[in-house]
Every structure is written in C-alpha cells, then in structure tokens.
C-alpha cells in the first residue's frame, strides 16, 4: 500500500521560503508520478509540480516556474519542494500525490494520482 507523509508547512512572510518533504512508502516500481498540489478555501486542488520517478522529468506550472523546485532524495525515497520567493497568493494546503505515468497523459490530471498524502499548510502573509 502506498503511503505519503508531508511535513514542513509553516508561517513565513512575504519573499521568504520553505522546504516541503514528502516520504514515500509502498512503491515497487518507478513508473509514477510524485506530484505536489496545493488547495485554497473553497477551491479544487490544483497541481503546481511534478516529478517522473522513471526518469527525472520536472513539470512545473506557469506560476511557480523559477520559485519552485522539486527534487528527489532516491535514497530515501522523499521527493521536497522547495518554495522561494513566496508570495501571499502561495497560501493553500499543500499535498503530495503519488500518480500512475502515462505516456502522454497529464501529469496536472488528479484524476491520474490514486494515493495522497494528508496535506501541510503554508500562510505567507505581508
């Protein structure tokens, strides 16, 4: 069974940064996603970055595309998400997903992430 863990969320002020940490248990083999979504109140989760296990790929969205960075610790089986220059619309709860690859398909598709992990806050405030 597969199992994510998030942890480092926090309370920081504009332009600051945090390292999110996603643990990942349960995989047995590389053909997947590890994705990071965040959430606003009373909003959908959206996707902001992803990594393809398999073979290194990085995707990011438009918006966080030079603040963002996601990295994997293969070693330790944890995938960060680096947040820089963080802004007071980064606000949301942030998840980690682990998603089935598909060639071709969307990696911003939730429907393609089957396991989540239980989500970590951000605030950035001004």
């Known amino acids: 069974q597969v199992q994510l863990v998030e942890s480092g969320g926090g309370s920081v002020q504009v332009g600051g940064s945090l390292r999110l940490s996603c643990a990942v248990t349960g995989m047995i083999d590389n053909n997947y996603y590890i994705g990071w979504f965040r959430q606003f109140p009373g909003e959908e989760r959206r996707a902001v970055a992803a990594?393809?296990?398999?073979?290194?790929?990085?995707y990011y969205i438009d918006s966080v595309k030079g603040r963002f960075t996601i990295s994997r610790d293969n070693a330790k089986d944890t995938v960060f998400l680096q947040l820089n220059s963080l802004k007071p619309e980064d606000t949301a709860t942030y998840y980690c997903a682990a998603g089935q690859y598909v060639y071709g398909g969307d990696w911003r598709a939730r429907s393609q992430y089957y396991s989540w992990g239980q989500g970590t806050q951000v605030t950035v405030s001004s």
């Open positions: 990594i393809y296990v398999g073979t290194g790929m990085i």
